[in-house]
Nanobody, 119 residues
């Protein structure tokens, strides 16, 4: 069993910055993919950015050039640096991980952290 614990959400003015972090904890696991999705009110969950075990990243078009994802493999932690925030970035941000335990791969989600951007 793996747990994802997120931190760093909050209220920020448009144009400001926030940094989210997510740490995976458990035993005898490795992470293939870890990153972030978000769900604005009344919409479906969407990709923000993920980073794969080899370091390759994928991100949503709306955040390219503003958000940066990074990963500390030793600490099983992923960071999302969000700059130039816009009101439309407001959402619940969920940490996501594809975790290998033994011969199987499992998908995990964090509990979510609220990001609010005031105009």
């Amino acid at each position: 069993q793996v747990q994802l614990v997120e931190s760093g959400g909050g209220l920020v003015q448009a144009g400001g910055s926030l940094r989210l972090s997510c740490t995976a904890s458990g035993s005898d696991f490795s992470i293939n993919v870890i990153g972030w999705y978000r769900q604005p009110p009344g919409t479906e969950r969407e990709l923000v950015a993920v980073i794969k075990s080899g370091g390759r990243t994928d991100s949503g078009d709306s955040v390219k050039g503003r958000f940066t994802i990074s990963r500390d493999n030793a600490e099983n932690t992923v960071y999302l640096q969000m700059n130039s925030l816009k009101p439309e970035d407001a959402a619940v941000y969920y940490c996501y991980a594809e975790v290998v335990i033994g011969p199987r791969t499992y998908l995990y989600w964090g509990q979510g952290t609220q990001v609010t951007v005031s105009s």
